[in-house]
C-alpha cells in the first residue's frame, strides 16, 4: 500500500472508531454484510472494508480531498461513474472482480 493509500485508509479507520461517522452518509449497511458493491454502495465504505481497493480509486482521482460534505469519498459508485465518465456496469463488475478474487 502506497504511503497516501495508507494515510487515506488512517484517516477513514480513526473517524470510524471516533463515532464521527454515524452511519448518516455512509448509509444503513455494513460491507462486511454484504457480497457485492452495488450502484448506490459509497467510495468510503468500500474502502474502509476492502483497502486494497485504495490505489484503485486515486488512479480515478478520488482521494477524499477537500471539505466532508464535498468529498469524493461520499459519493456513491453511481457518482462516480457518472463523474468520470465511466459505464456504472462495466465499473461495477470490475469492483466486484477485485472484491471476490
Not at 454502495?41 to 478520488?62: A, C, H, Q, R, S
Not at 466532508?68 to 456496469?89: F, H, M, P, Q
Request: charged share 25%; with cysteine; aromatic share 10%.
Amino acid at each position: 500500500m502506497s504511503t497516501l493509500s495508507a494515510h487515506i485508509a488512517c484517516c477513514l479507520a480513526t473517524e470510524s472508531a471516533s463515532g464521527y461517522n454515524n452511519g448518516t452518509l455512509s448509509g444503513a449497511f455494513n460491507m462486511s454484510e454484504i457480497e457485492d458493491i452495488k450502484a448506490s454502495t459509497m467510495v468510503k465504505d468500500i474502502v474502509e472494508n476492502f483497502p486494497e481497493l485504495t490505489d484503485f480509486f486515486l488512479d480515478l482521482g478520488i482521494c477524499g480531498c477537500g471539505y466532508r460534505w464535498e468529498s469524493d469519498y461520499y459519493w456513491t459508485i453511481e457518482r462516480v461513474a457518472r463523474e468520470k465518465g465511466l459505464n456504472l456496469e462495466a465499473l461495477l463488475e470490475d469492483l466486484n472482480k477485485k472484491i471476490n478474487d
